[in-house]
């Protein structure tokens, strides 16, 4: 089932204090980046992060995006500053985004 655009509207409201929110649209579903690195996505009408010390210390459950992906941290939290924190926690510890060739 791929996801809506309106349940994706609703999380980038969530994530409106984060920076340079951007997505990408990858076979019905989204993918989250903050300035090029990605955090996340939204996998079924749900909200997903990576895996990270800072996502395990602020989430509880984790689901599986997609078969054969790994584990992701489910962001069961509504309050717009809370989920700003979580994100700007989780940057740091997830890779630069690639330089690509010309």
């Keep these: 089932m791929a996801s ?7 999380v980038l409201d969530l994530l409106a204090g984060v920076p ?6 990858m076979m019905g579903e989204y993918l989250l980046y903050s300035s090029g690195r990605l955090f996340g996505g939204v996998y079924d009408d749900r909200f997903l992060v990576k895996d990270t010390p800072a996502s395990r210390a602020m989430l509880s459950s984790s689901e ?16 717009r500053d809370a989920v700003a924190d979580l994100v700007i926690r989780m940057l740091p510890e997830l890779p630069e985004p690639k330089r690509r060739r010309k």
Excluded at 4 to 10: F, I
Excluded at 64 to 79: C, R, S
């Design 64 to 79: 599986i995006p997609y078969d054969g992906a790994p584990e992701m941290m489910l962001v069961d939290i509504e309050d």
């Design 20 to 25: 340079d929110v951007t997505t990408r649209k």
């Design 4 to 10: 809506s655009a309106e349940y994706l509207e609703y």
